[in-house]
């Protein structure tokens, strides 16, 4: 079967990358920027909350290996979709917890991951369902920022192990072998 893609917003991008970088049948993650009203957002103006864009990934994954709605259960479990625009101390509607479907079928599978983080917290998510929105790559040097540059970065030490710390014990089932 073709790739798919799924984008998805759980505050910054570098740390929703570094998770879905370690995912089984995920073949790319890119970094950008989603849902806001300005065409070609830079960092800095997506950074300063006036353009309404969300950080996101953009990921590619074979559905013979992890289906959307395991990816979207991993996404959901790996970041708090309780907290509204924000993650932690990154504040503002850029850091928002959202899913862009790009058809029918992702939003109904967006709708059913929701229901079932609600199910099992009470229904705290906020996590918003939107698009269809134009997508925006995100500059060349945020892309694979984990695996690079992101390894010295003390915000990136401090915020990413605690996400894939998520990942390794929720979701072992997902992680990829060299993870």
Same mark, same amino acid.
């Given at each position: ?14 740390? &929703? ?13 890119? =970094? ?15 950074? =300063? ?28 479990? &790996? ?5 509204? /625009?924000?993650?932690? /101390? ?62 010295? /970065? ?15 014990? =929720? ?9």
């Amino acid at each position: 079967m073709a790739i798919q893609q799924a984008i998805i917003a759980g505050g910054c991008f570098w740390c &929703t990358e570094a998770v879905m970088n370690d995912v089984i049948g995920v073949t790319k993650v890119e =970094s950008g920027y989603i849902g806001g009203d300005r065409p070609d957002p830079t960092y800095k103006e997506v950074c =300063s909350g006036t353009t309404g864009h969300a950080e996101a990934v953009r990921v590619g994954f074979d559905p013979e290996v992890i289906s959307l709605a395991d990816l979207l259960d991993v996404f959901m479990g &790996t970041h708090d979709p309780s907290q509204l /625009n924000r993650q932690g /101390n990154d504040v503002g509607t850029q850091y928002r917890s959202a899913i862009f479907p790009l058809d029918d079928a992702q939003r109904e599978a967006a709708e059913a991951a929701i229901a079932r983080w609600n199910e099992e917290h009470s229904g705290t998510a906020v996590t918003t369902i939107e698009g269809p929105a134009e997508w925006y790559p995100a500059e060349d040097y945020h892309q694979e920022y984990w695996g690079g540059e992101g390894q010295r /970065n003390p915000y990136c030490q401090a915020t990413i192990p605690p996400k894939l710390m998520k990942l390794r014990k =929720s979701f072992q089932k997902y992680l990829k072998a060299d993870a």
